[in-house]
């Protein structure tokens, strides 16, 4: 097991390394962030100083080292936009973005893993076929025009749930939450159904279509044939059975749900990393654009790695050697 997790601590670092040239030699195109820093009346010479002081007038080779040494000791720079440290800005705008991510992957989790098992369960029902139709409209709707009808039916029309921001929020330290309010938990309805929804489509489908495989498979025969109830051989065997490649997806997912939660913070105004992000992209802040394409890469490869320690705990096969799983 150690040698499996250092080969995938070391696999992290290529990765990550790989990510970092990638993100600095990319946004060395991405415009030139003086023109968002200065106003029209600026000199030549002012802006020539300000190139200088934020060493865009470097060598290309000196800038990448200078940017990834910084990374290594976790400084992303200053924000152009800002003026402020970027991984300050992250940290603050961080919370937000995790609690909404957490939010919506426990409703794409538990709604999906429900709706799924009813489906293969009871798959002639209609209630199983209304599911399959809900997938459909999940799958196939983009996600920025499910939160603005949600917003429409919720917010304009009924008035129930508000239409953005956060809500109020409760300080723990550095971390800020909304779980702890009344408007803080309102407001993470409707972001969360909408960033969640089309993973639940997706878990829902998957866990119907391994299910209804297992149930077909030899053991599932055997179990019914020594007696098990109906409730054990469905749950105890079946479903534990049909949760390997669903850690796989939940586990990608998860990160996926982090890196594009950019359209649902949009939509919502939702103050968290992916409208930090937006916003960077509008005002040319390199440092911040490069900053969260690392900070996701580290999200992706930290994921992978408890998706494959968690196949050993899910399917004990794997923690034997090739030759002897044989």
Known sequence: MLAFLLRRVIQAAAVLAVVGLIAFAMFRFAGDPVNQIVGPDTTVAERAQIRTDLGLDDPVLVQFVRYA?????????????????????????MPATLELAFCATIFALVVGILMGVYCALFRESWLAGLFQAVSLIGISLPTFLIGILLIYLFSVTLGWLPSYGRGDTVRLGWWTTGFLTASGLKALI??????????????????????????????????????????????RHALKNTLVPVITIAGLQLGSVIAFSIITETVFQWPGM?????????????????AYLLLVALIFVTINLVVDILYTVVDPRLRLPAGRAA
């Open 69 to 93: 040494g910084n990374v290594v000791r976790g400084q992303f720079g200053i924000s152009y936009q800002f003026r402020q440290p970027v991984s300050q800005l992250l940290a603050e705008r």
């Open 190 to 235: 409707l972001p969360s159904v909408t960033l969640g929804l089309f993973q639940m489509t997706l878990i829902m489908r998957l866990v119907r279509a391994e299910m209804l495989e297992v149930l077909r498979t030899d053991y599932i025969r055997f179990a019914r044939a020594r007696g098990l109830t109906t409730r054990a051989v469905h749950l």
């Open 274 to 290: 992916g409208l930090l992000f937006v916003q960077a992209v509008q005002n040319v802040d390199i440092p911040i654009m490069s």
